[in-house]
């Protein structure tokens, strides 16, 4: 496969044009039609995957677990675990988001291990490729949003917007600018992170499948390392740094509720 080809822009499966004379600007771009590209596609079928698998696993539990019920339990267990440990009593509003997030980016990571591997050297072209979706930044911003939003919108809950605007202006009203550029710099770095580490594990897949002829030895072999192996690291990083900037505020929202109650004004 073309490297330049295979690092360009994720290839549109489908585009459905608007009725004739309309279009919407976005950000300067004309848009005059909806496009799915393969990235969309590719995250579709991860959501079936988990839905499908899910329905699946969850017919006719039983009261002793055999089987598949025995991951399955061990899964949520490990979960739930994690989710207490970090969130407390509120595991069960934010525990949820943190699991169903590291399914989809774990096999979100993994997903181009079902890819057919090129022999470059033998110029023999798979009839397909999977690209996982978390190499395109659109995908690891969207999460990156969706984690700081929840950071957001849970810190105000919790303690209000005036405890929330008191926060902002701690440990002095002077750290105000750096209290506000923390809502960008976590997405910001949670989305590069994620996406470049991706991108650099494909890069390397591609050269080694370009340079190597005999493809079930150490391309197979890397494919496991840089599709399984890593994509479970990225998805643990991104996860777990995700629930600690939940549970960080969280945590001080519950701190500063308890000190306005032991300390009245």
């Keep these: 496969m073309d490297i330049k080809v295979a690092l360009g822009s994720f290839t549109p499966f489908i585009s459905i044009p608007f009725p004739e004379g309309c279009s919407i600007s976005l950000f300067g771009m004309e848009m005059s039609a909806v496009v799915i590209n393969e990235s969309i596609l590719v995250s579709w079928v991860v959501m079936a995957i988990l839905i499908i698998a899910s329905l699946f696993l969850t017919r006719n539990l039983q009261q002793i677990p055999r089987g598949a019920q025995v991951f399955l339990e061990a899964l949520v267990d490990f979960l739930n675990t994690f989710a207490r440990e970090h969130f407390g009593k509120k595991a069960a509003v934010y525990g949820p988001y943190i699991g169903t997030i590291f399914l989809f980016l774990f096999l979100a990571n993994s997903i181009p291990v079902f890819s057919p591997l090129a022999i470059g050297a033998l110029h023999i072209e798979p009839p397909f490729t999977i690209k996982p979706p978390t ?41 105000l600018p750096f209290n506000l550029l923390e809502y960008l710099i976590r997405p910001l770095s949670l989305a590069l992170r994620l996406f470049g580490n991706m991108l650099g ?11 190597l002829p005999v493809p079930f030895l150490v391309p197979a072999f890397l494919s496991l390392y840089f599709d399984l192996f890593d994509g479970l690291i990225q998805a643990v990083v991104f996860t777990f740094l995700s629930s600690l900037f939940i549970a960080e505020a969280v945590a001080e929202a519950e701190d500063t509720a308890l000190k306005s109650t032991v300390n009245p004004k």
């Design 135 to 175: 190499r395109d930044i659109n995908v690891t911003a969207a999460f990156a949003l969706l984690t700081i939003l929840i950071v957001l919108i849970g810190g105000l809950r919790a303690q209000g917007f005036r405890g929330w605007g008191k926060q902002l202006l701690s440990p002095t009203p002077m750290m």
């Design 201 to 211: 594990g494909f890069i390397i897949m591609l050269l080694v499948e370009g340079a």
